[in-house]
């Protein structure tokens, strides 16, 4: 469904610290050191690409604030909903810990703005599965994709990914496997597998779950023999 648009989105996501335009500043600047943005630049660096309305980011930085956080979403309006989520889930919670950034911006230009090994994690959740053959270059696990992404992760990195489309699932799992990654955890039904404790939900999640449709999951890590990095 199509977002109606708000007039106040654009302004108020300019405007906000904790929002970087790469159409408004030279976010290329910060390649390489976006690590240095947060107050402890020692942590590790998971990057959801696709932020969306922004539940997942606004729970996962809270739980976990030994990690520094990062959406990327290219769609204004989500955006605008996932910043203000957090601040309201941080001001509920009476935290408001120092990890959590987002880029607007699409997935496609993450190399002008990520440095090569600068990721330790990143998130692909609910992904458009571009159900089309023609349109299999669109997905985000396609394999021009991943090797985008091999680049960007640290030596010890991974990649998160979570559908309810059971044939972007098996896509994934097959161009992992043509592509050298490793898959090391996996689930057709996430919410009844080990993995459901540590689970974080979207809000994409909750609705496909209460309807009684399974969540695919998968963890995998690229091929390691890069030397280009």
């Known amino acids: 469904m199509r977002l109606r648009r708000n007039p106040e989105a654009k302004p108020f996501l300019i405007r906000h610290p904790r929002v970087f ?5 030279h976010v290329s600047e910060w390649r390489g050191k976006w690590k240095s943005r947060f107050a402890r630049p020692d942590l590790p660096l998971y990057v959801e690409l696709g932020t969306g309305k922004g539940q997942f980011l606004a729970q ?7 990690i520094n956080w990062i959406g990327v979403e290219r769609i204004e309006e989500p955006l605008f909903q996932a910043v203000k989520k957090a601040e309201q889930t941080r001001a509920e919670a009476g935290e408001d810990p120092d990890n959590l950034l987002y880029i607007w911006m699409d997935a496609e230009k993450l190399p002008e703005v990520f440095a090569n090994g600068e990721a330790d994690r990143l998130y692909l959740h ?7 053959k023609r349109h299999a ?14 680049r960007l992760l640290s030596s010890s990195g ?9 044939s972007l699932y098996e896509f994934s799992l097959e161009e ?22 540590s689970n974080i939900a979207t809000e994409y999640e909750q609705k496909f779950v209460s309807k009684g ?7 995998a890590v690229p091929p390691r023999f890069r030397d280009d990095r």
Do not use: N
Request: net charge neutral; glycine share 2%; hydrophobic share 35%.
């Open 137 to 150: 270059k669109r997905r985000l696990t396609h394999r021009r994709f991943l090797d985008l992404y091999a």
């Open 213 to 219: 449709m399974p969540i695919h999951y998968v963890r």
């Open 176 to 197: 992992f496997k043509e592509t050298g990654w490793t898959v090391v955890e996996w689930s057709e039904d996430l919410h009844h597998s080990p993995f459901a404790e």
């Open 21 to 25: 335009v790469p159409a408004a500043e």
């Open 60 to 66: 996962a930085s809270l739980r976990h604030p030994d």
């Open 126 to 132: 609910f992904s458009d599965p571009w159900p089309k």
């Open 158 to 166: 991974d990649l998160v990914l979570k559908t309810d489309s059971r």
